[in-house]
T-cell receptor, first 115, second 113 residues
């Protein structure tokens, strides 16, 4: 099935550092979403993006919808220990419509923050 | 007041058994989903129902059978469990289209021994 390539696979950083991760697809997407998953929990929506070039922030998180519509980026500024978790991108392919929309998830980025 | 609730949280069972996982959402959403998360944390969609109608049925063994008695509930029944079925199963819900994102439950960790 269709997959989104997400990188890096994992990151180990010091508290206070900025973090960047990205997600790429071979096809065009019309929606990009970023989720965070804490251990033992389900993914929680962080940011949603709906048009090419859109830049949206949620506190220390900023995400962008790539202008080619085939990629998206997530930045976390001034990381703190509670940022630890797995970050997933997810996208809705352009060729899906109506009630059959499904989200394709990226392979995830494991973030570890050392105090 | 949990938005999407799954039961049980943990399920340990022997090969060959039949088991069910239940999911309920109180968000007023009309679409529900089952995702499987494997040991590498990859999330793969299995099924989706919209207003009780099956709309997505990915390549899943027919031992897996979803059932949606109403749009607030989506259950997953698994027959003749195999070792490879061990994974975390997530239920999620959304409004039609899903473009505003899904709300996930906290998962059911299934271990087949």
């Amino acid at each position: 099935g269709q997959q989104l390539n997400q990188s890096p696979q994992s990151m180990f950083i010091q508290e206070g550092e900025d973090v960047s991760m990205n997600c790429t697809s071979s096809s065009i997407f019309n929606t990009w979403l970023w989720y965070k998953q804490d251990p033992g929990e389900g993914p929680v929506l962080l940011i949603a993006l709906y048009k090419a070039g859109e830049l949206t922030s949620n506190g220390r998180l900023t995400a962008q919808f790539g202008i080619t519509r085939k990629d998206s980026f997530l930045n976390i500024s001034a990381s703190i220990p509670s940022d630890v978790g797995i970050y997933f991108c997810a996208g809705r392919p352009l060729n899906y419509g109506g009630a059959t929309n499904k989200l394709i998830f990226g392979t995830g980025t494991l973030l570890a923050v050392q105090p | 007041d949990t938005a999407v609730s799954q039961t049980p949280k943990y399920l340990v069972t022997q090969m060959g058994n039949d088991k069910s996982i239940k999911c309920e959402q109180n968000l007023g959403h009309d679409t529900m989903y089952w995702y499987k998360q494997d040991s590498k944390k990859f999330l793969k969609i299995m099924f989706s129902y919209n207003n009780k109608e099956l709309i997505i049925n990915e390549t899943v063994p027919n031992r897996f059978s979803p059932k949606s008695p109403d749009k607030a509930h989506l259950n997953l029944h698994i027959n003749s469990l195999e070792l490879g079925d061990s994974a975390v199963y997530f239920c999620a819900s959304s409004l039609t289209g899903g473009g505003y994102g899904y709300t996930f439950g906290s998962g059911t960790r299934l271990t087949v021994v």
